[in-house]
């Protein structure tokens, strides 16, 4: 003869992960989130088109002002001044 129990329990995910002996893996989630966060302003960061200029012209002395000179003329032709 078998005999079958059913167990209902109320309880929240913290509690079930306790009650199975589980770890709460909370606070290392809530740090590898920051990090990710850090990670994407420091890209954003580098991709800033002060960066890419910087990057781009920086080798040359003075070129990132020969590229303003030239966009600055570029404009003035195009608007006929």
Same mark, same amino acid.
């Not at 990132?64 to 600055?72: H, I, K, T």
């Given at each position: 003869?078998?005999?079958?129990?059913?167990?209902?329990?109320?309880?929240?995910?913290?509690?079930?992960?306790?009650?199975?002996?589980?770890? #709460?893996?909370?606070?290392?989630? #809530?740090?590898?989130?920051?990090?990710?966060?850090?990670? /994407?302003? #420091?890209?954003?960061?580098?991709?800033?088109?002060?960066?890419?200029?910087?990057?781009? /012209?920086?080798?040359?002395?003075?070129?990132?002002?020969?590229?303003?000179?030239?966009?600055?003329?570029?404009?003035?032709?195009?608007?006929?001044?």
């Amino acid at each position: 003869m078998k005999t079958k129990i059913t167990v209902d329990l109320e309880c929240t995910p913290g509690e079930a992960r306790q009650l199975a002996g589980l770890p #709460d893996l909370q606070p290392m989630y #809530d740090q590898l989130i920051v990090e990710i966060e850090q990670r /994407f302003r #420091d890209a954003i960061d580098k991709l800033s088109l002060e960066a890419v200029l910087q990057q781009w /012209f920086g080798v040359l002395p003075g070129a990132l002002e020969q590229v303003r000179l030239a966009v600055e003329k570029l404009m003035k032709e195009r608007t006929g001044e």
